[in-house]
Nanobody, 123 residues
């Protein structure tokens, strides 16, 4: 069973940047696609980004495309989300998860959710 731990969240001014990390333990994630989702207060969890097992294919939500970059380091058993030009509407808890069916935007394809890291963007 893989355990995921997110880190790197915090409070940042609009226009700023943060880099989130998702570190896995228990087993390797090098052969699975990974995804980032976020949930703002009072809203449903939404897809942010996903990356294939080899890192060659990436997906982004329309709202973050061009501002966020997903990457992975399989040697470190980790996935990252570089977030630039942050907006107040990016405020949410960000979680990473393992995909059970390859790279996908579909929430119910993901498992082994981490606890999440809070990102707050002040205007």
């Amino acid at each position: 069973q893989v355990q995921l731990v997110e880190s790197g969240g915090g409070l940042v001014q609009a226009g700023g940047s943060l880099r989130l990390s998702c570190t896995a333990s228990g087993r390797t994630i090098s052969s699975v696609a990974m995804g980032w989702f976020r949930q703002a207060p009072g809203k449903e969890r939404e897809f942010v980004s996903a990356i294939s097992w080899g890192g060659t294919t990436t997906y982004y939500a329309h709202s973050v495309k061009g501002r966020f970059t997903i990457s992975r380091d399989n040697a470190k058993n980790a996935v990252y989300l570089q977030m630039n030009s942050l907006k107040p509407e990016d405020t949410a808890v960000y979680c990473c998860a393992v995909s059970t069916r390859g790279i996908t935007r579909t929430y119910n394809a993901y498992t082994n959710w981490g606890q999440g890291t809070q990102v707050t963007v002040a205007s």
